[in-house]
């Protein structure tokens, strides 16, 4: 499977994309990532790796492992576009999250959430995480002109069920 994971060109949470990375690679799915300008080399909010408050509160030390391994990855500088993402490649999506002010792209991106519209009419899987959730409910879609989380149940895991 090929799982489209769209980044920001910073800020993002460490966790929230090495874990997924590590774990959808590891199972032998293809990790593709997306930031707003191809090529771009993304990075996680930097305060997740050194710790907030005196070495405190940032990232786990395997989070932080695996995010190494990512940065080394050709995936990592390799990044596609969103713009020039075709969402029919990939049987899956991926939202991060993040909560840092590099995130303002991502989340305030109308070219993003074009293309996660693109992809959630396609009925396939869509996994979004914390601030990730927020490209969700910004996402409209073109037959309603609501979010495309208007008609859902609140649970993630029935996000692309049939609505009821």
């Known amino acids: 499977m090929r799982v489209l994971m769209p980044v920001p060109d910073r800020d993002f949470d460490v966790t929230e994309v090495a874990v997924p990375w590590r774990l959808l690679t590891d199972a032998g799915h293809e990790v593709v990532l997306a930031t707003e300008v191809a090529g771009t080399r993304p990075a996680a909010d930097p305060r997740l790796l050194t710790g907030v408050l005196f070495g405190q509160l940032g990232a786990e030390d395997e989070p932080k492992r695996f995010y190494q391994q990512l940065t080394e990855a050709p995936e990592f500088g390799a990044t596609v576009a969103w713009a020039d993402v075709d969402v029919t490649g990939f049987d899956g999506l991926l939202l991060p999250g993040g909560h840092a002010p590099g995130m303002r792209q991502y989340l305030g991106?109308?070219?993003?959430?074009?293309?996660?519209?693109?992809?959630?009419?396609?009925?396939?899987?869509?996994?979004?995480?914390?601030?990730?959730?927020?490209?969700?409910?910004?996402?409209?879609?073109?037959?309603?002109?609501?979010?495309?989380?208007?008609?859902?149940?609140?649970?993630?895991?029935?996000?692309?069920?049939?609505?009821?």
């Open 109 to 164: 991106s109308a070219e993003l959430r074009a293309k996660v519209g693109e992809f959630w009419s396609l009925g396939r899987p869509v996994g979004a995480i914390c601030h990730g959730v927020l490209v969700l409910a910004r996402t409209q879609d073109p037959a309603t002109g609501r979010s495309v989380l208007a008609v859902r149940p609140a649970c993630p895991s029935t996000w692309n069920a049939p609505p009821t």
